[in-house]
């Protein structure tokens, strides 16, 4: 998105708690990852490919996940619970 170009209007439960249950269930697919609302927002690179938005994304939750991370211990990405 260029500066010049209006904000696009965003869904009022983006944020929601079944919004952010379906970004995490997308996690290890970038294609599906790129197609959910939250690869739409500025930070996110709109502009790119499916792909591209889904990869960013992921980097982004990535790194949210990995700031609540208790100081001790090891995160396993592979693990399921």
């Known amino acids: 998105m260029h500066a010049t170009e209006p904000m696009p209007q965003l869904p ?27 690869a739409h927002l500025h930070w996110v690179d709109a502009d790119a490919a499916p792909l591209e938005r889904g990869t960013a994304l992921r980097e982004l939750l990535r790194a949210g996940i990995e700031s609540l991370r208790p100081d001790e211990g090891e995160l396993r990405w592979g693990e399921k619970r």
């Open 12 to 38: 009022p439960d983006l944020f929601s708690r079944v919004s952010i249950r379906d970004v995490l269930k997308r996690f290890h697919n970038a294609g599906q990852l790129g197609e959910h609302p939250l």
